[in-house]
């Protein structure tokens, strides 16, 4: 390898990829144009890089397997920061294999990383613990992968509400992105970090309500509370979790009754709410009285719910009270929000993988949404991605799709 060759990969693992240009910005070579390609994904231009990386793939000879497999790991980064997520996964690992296989640690670990991160935006926790654990944390990397590893910890640890492994693993990767003195990995742990300081979710209960950082979140959910969890559609005490999400008028009926406890809630506004109808009957009623004995089996050891004069109750089996865990800002498209305020652009199709519904669900959600003025296109055809501003001063964790704790 030539020493522009050397001196332009030196530049880009340090973040300057002007640096690494200027040296090698009119050679059309396999490992310039490879070089190229991680440059230009740096500055952002995920097209080109894409393609240049391509050529570069190409213009390896059959022999030069760890190069190939380096190009394929940094275009499978660049499918994941554009939000492809359909690259094949079986290229990644059998680079990584390859990687593996010739020493070199540093590229194996980074493709690792990069399923990893993957997962996580899909909501594979267990496989992405998995993964990680093959990875030993004190083995010799340099600080950039080092963070890598960190923010793959805590992104794991906030997606399971597990602040306090989350907060240690943030402020390992904060110090090794310092020593790699890469501005971009900066400013991405900061990001990571303002997640833990920011509200994620309601609590109503009592009549009142107030916002809670996810470390409250956390508390709440251990706290042996009666929690009817409007973002993950369970309800739940600190041991017992009744999933509701594919019942959802027990659910409904299920909130209704929390937001009022200790008191209770009247027939007609159960009926109205739950069975969306302007006026009750006799058959609606009928009707009513099924589902909540539907929702007393449900429910089972974590509550009861009694007949009252003009309604029903929610009698928790315990005594630390009632509470609802309901989302910072509610929309009818809260999950599709979620994906997208995190600065990145989406395709509808890696939306419907990351949320396990239909490529023509979440065309529907989006043109809502565009219709509301609340997410925008990008491009025409099969380029077409879509983008939002986040919500402000609101994470958004609880939105997305992955198990809670006891979950």
């Not at 041991?239 to 999400?245: D, E």
């Not at 109808?277 to 429910?299: N, P, Q, Y």
């Amino acid at each position: 390898m030539d020493s522009l060759i050397t001196a332009a990969a030196r530049a880009l693992a340090a973040g300057d990829p002007l640096g690494a240009l200027n040296r090698i910005a009119l050679r059309d070579d396999a490992p310039a144009l490879a070089l190229r390609g991680i440059a230009m994904a740096q500055l952002g231009d995920l097209s080109l890089a894409k393609a240049l990386l391509r050529n570069a793939a190409r213009a390896f000879g059959p022999k030069e397997t760890m190069a190939r497999a380096r190009c394929v790991v940094a275009e499978a980064e660049i499918a994941l920061v554009s939000r492809d997520l359909h690259w094949p996964v079986k290229a990644l690992d059998a680079a990584r294999a390859t990687l593996e296989a010739h020493g070199d640690r540093a590229n194996a670990a980074h493709a690792r990383y990069l399923q990893v991160r993957r997962m996580v935006l899909i909501g594979q926790l267990e496989a992405a613990d998995q993964l990680l654990a093959g990875l030993d944390p004190a083995a010799p990397l340099p600080p950039a992968l080092r963070a890598a590893h960190e923010l793959a910890v805590a992104g794991i640890a906030i997606r399971r509400l597990r602040t306090g492994v989350a907060r240690t693993a943030l402020a390992r990767a904060r110090d090794a992105a310092h020593q790699a003195g890469i501005p971009t990995l900066v400013a991405e742990v900061e990001a990571a970090s303002g997640v833990l300081d920011t509200a994620a979710a309601r609590m109503i209960s009592r009549g009142g309500e107030r916002l809670l950082m996810l470390d409250e979140v956390e508390a709440l959910l251990s706290s042996g509370t009666l929690v009817v969890d409007a973002c993950r559609l369970v309800v739940r005490d600190a041991v017992n979790v009744v999933a509701l999400a594919r019942r959802p008028v027990l659910f409904s009926l299920a909130r209704m009754l929390a937001e009022a406890w200790p008191d209770d809630v009247p027939r007609d506004a159960l009926i109205a709410r739950a069975f969306r109808m302007k006026f009750a009957d006799a058959s609606h009623r009928a009707r009513l009285r099924v589902e909540i004995g539907r929702l007393r089996t449900a429910l089972g050891l974590l509550a009861d719910v009694t007949a009252t004069g003009r309604g029903y109750a929610l009698a928790p089996r315990g005594t630390h009270g009632v509470a609802v865990l309901a989302l910072p800002v509610e929309d009818a498209y809260a999950t599709v929000l979620a994906c997208l305020a995190d600065g990145e652009s989406w395709s509808s199709s890696a939306l419907a993988l990351a949320l396990g519904a239909s490529q023509r669900t979440m065309q529907r959600a989006l043109d809502a949404l565009a219709a509301a003025g609340k997410v925008q296109p990008v491009g025409h055809g099969r380029a077409r991605r879509w983008i939002t501003p986040p919500i402000p001063g609101f994470a958004t964790t609880l939105l997305l799709p992955a198990p809670l704790p006891g979950g």
